[in-house]
């Protein structure tokens, strides 16, 4: 039986491990802020994840037909895979959902944050809506996610699909960690990027350019972007936002405080857990590294029937590919199979 308890870490059980570049004497890595200065957040055996249905453009949902649920990567949200979730749905014509992991989008902002608690989160999500079960597609730390979804609630999952990540520890890109730190001076400094009654943000341009910084590339750092409070409307997750004190909806200062990335670059353990049956595919980026040939195997050890799949793009492949991501997640879904009623002849 999965206990909650067992996967929640305590502050004065972490180990804060920082990544500072000895070579320059003023590194991007090297932090501003006090990291004693900064708030704890709530200890939360699970929460209600936000969640949005990504309705077709155009066709008729088969309600009959299994759901099937995104789950996004670490600084993502609902919103990267909005148009691959609904453009799924108008091929398939299945429903399609997608939801905002804890302590991203609009979901609570809450402790721990481990892979076992966000499954148990997803678990708790399906089956508040008596779903028999659903099809998951994960992408980058969502598939992470996904795979201990399916290895813990095995019935709960019919199909896998995971996206560009591994179930097995491995080091997190550098960039990340930029990309981290770069958020938290924008919030150490959020002063310079506020109105004066403190809701809402003067200059978008402006954190942009702070953000260059730290993340040179455009695709990359619109991601970052994306997650600016940008006014009292956003604040939908809850009391969990300090408005006049928070940028992001991104509890960005807490991620580095707990070593968040160390987490995500993680894989738990799992022992005696039973293989997954059902099918499984893999999606990689030839270009980003996350899924390199000789990882296959970790694949192997956790699921017996896997089929991969290699995108020429990079990380994101979400956006670079998304035509080739949809149709590729078309076919091992499967459409709707049609029945066909001969016509009557016509006759004059």
Not at 239 to 256: A, G, Q
């Amino acid at each position: 039986m999965f206990c909650i308890r067992k996967h929640i870490a305590r502050p004065r059980y972490l180990i804060f491990r920082r990544f500072v570049q000895q070579s320059t004497k003023e590194s991007l890595l090297t932090p501003s802020f006090n990291v004693d200065d900064i708030r704890d957040l709530p200890y939360k055996d699970s929460v209600d994840l936000s969640w949005k249905y990504l309705e077709p453009y155009k066709a008729k949902v088969d309600k009959s037909r299994t759901p099937v649920l995104f789950l996004h990567g670490l600084f993502g949200s609902i919103s990267s895979f909005n148009k691959t979730g609904r453009s799924l749905s108008e091929e398939t014509h299945s429903p399609v959902y997608g939801v905002d992991l804890r302590n991203h989008g609009n979901s609570p902002h809450a402790l721990p944050f481990t892979y076992s608690i966000m499954a148990y989160d997803i678990f708790k999500f399906i089956t508040e809506r008596n779903w028999k079960n659903c099809i998951l597609i994960g992408h980058s730390m969502g598939a992470k996610v996904a795979a201990i979804v399916s290895l813990l609630y095995p019935d709960l999952v019919s199909k896998l699909v995971l996206i560009d990540n591994t179930p097995h520890s491995k080091p997190l890109d550098i960039q990340f960690y930029k990309d981290l730190i770069g958020m938290c001076e924008v919030e150490a400094n959020a002063s310079e990027f506020k109105d004066e009654d403190g809701h809402g943000i003067k200059d978008f341009a402006a954190v942009g350019k702070f953000l260059a910084k730290y993340e040179p590339d455009e695709k990359a750092r619109s991601l970052l972007v994306s997650n600016l409070l940008r006014s009292k409307k956003d604040l939908k997750g809850g009391s969990h936002y300090d408005i006049k004190k928070e940028m992001f909806k991104l509890p960005v200062m807490n991620f580095y405080k707990y070593d968040v990335l160390d987490t995500v670059a993680g894989w738990p353990s799992l022992s005696n857990i039973k293989k997954f049956k059902k099918p499984v595919m893999v999606i990689s980026a030839k270009k980003s590294g996350f899924v390199l040939p000789e990882y296959h195997e970790e694949f192997l050890k956790y699921f017996d029937d896997v089929t991969f799949k290699e995108m020429d793009c990079g990380h994101w492949i979400q956006a670079e590919k998304r035509e080739e991501l949809v149709e590729t997640l078309t076919g091992f879904i499967g459409k709707p199979i049609r029945t066909h009623t001969r016509k009557k002849p016509r006759f004059h």
